[in-house]
């Protein structure tokens, strides 16, 4: 009868297991909550990162087809400030950056334009501790002239 006794009160058994799911999820549900949010991070950067990559290049594009430098200038950051903002990118600062010594060159010698966009992304929305303000994202492109039209 004590052997009874002594196992009723022991800590091994079913008994033990109670409340045991209660005390996992609460240990586990904040880690799988950052855990997520540092997908939806690497889902931003990334979206993030191709519309610049796109805009650089329709950019360059755009400069490309103009027929001054002063005129290159000016569409392809309009281009770039378009089209980042039509892919819904919010930028904390962005540059457009565009070389146009292209249009120096002389008529019948190869020559091109090149855009560099920069836009700074904030993921101070996103509140994850630990997380970084903001990540600046730059992508260069290049276009060539046409040869034989006149600068």
Request: charged content about 15%.
């Amino acid at each position: 009868m004590i052997q009874r006794a002594a196992r009723r009160h022991s800590w091994s058994g079913p008994d033990r297991e109670r409340g045991s799911v209660t005390l996992e999820l609460a240990i586990l549900a904040p880690a799988l909550l950052l855990l997520l949010g540092l997908v939806v991070l690497a889902g931003r950067v990334q979206v993030a990162a191709g519309a610049v990559e796109h805009a650089s290049t329709i950019a360059a594009r755009e400069a490309s087809l103009a027929r001054t430098a002063v005129a290159a200038q000016s569409t392809a950051a309009a281009a770039a400030s378009r089209e980042l903002h039509g892919r819904d990118i919010r930028c904390v600062t962005s540059s457009v950056t565009v070389d146009t010594s292209g249009f120096a060159v002389a008529l019948g010698q190869p020559a091109t334009v090149s855009a560099s966009v920069t836009c700074t992304v904030s993921f101070a929305d996103l509140a994850l501790p630990g997380l970084p303000g903001s990540r600046t994202l730059t992508s260069t492109a290049t276009s060539p002239l046409d040869q034989f039209r006149a600068r």
